[in-house]
């Protein structure tokens, strides 16, 4: 079982930035893929990010340019630096791992991101 456990949400204006942080528990990290979800009340859980296990990464059309996913598998960590934010980036962000293989698939508590406008 692996423990996600996320921070760096907040309150920013328009035009600010955040870096999200995921940490995982054990020591299997380096083996999931891991990717970032939002989900805006009273709309579905969106795919924001997504990075390999050997560090290749896809974007949603809406993180393209601005947001950033990264990985450092000897913390455990996988990362969301969000640039140039939105208020429509405002959400719950949630950090996921997942191997197929392995029939597995992990989620964060989320983190609540506000963008005013």
């Known amino acids: 079982q692996v423990q996600l456990v996320e921070s760096g949400g907040g309150l920013v204006q328009a035009g600010g930035s955040l870096r999200l942080s995921c940490v995982a528990s054990?020591?299997?990290?380096?083996?999931?893929?891991a990717a970032w979800y939002r989900q805006a009340p009273g709309k579905q859980r969106e795919l924001v990010a997504s990075?390999?296990?050997?560090?290749?990464?896809n974007y949603t059309d809406s993180a393209k340019g601005r947001f950033t996913i990264s990985r450092d598998n000897a913390k455990n960590t996988v990362y969301l630096q969000m640039n140039s934010l939105k208020p429509e980036d405002t959400a719950v962000y949630y950090c996921?791992?997942?191997?197929?293989?392995?029939?597995?698939?992990?989620w964060g508590q989320g983190t609540q991101v506000t963008v005013s406008s």
């Open positions: 996921n791992l997942h191997r197929a293989i392995w029939n597995s698939n992990y």
């Open positions: 054990g020591s299997t990290f380096r083996f999931y893929a």
């Open positions: 990075i390999g296990t050997g560090g290749t990464t």
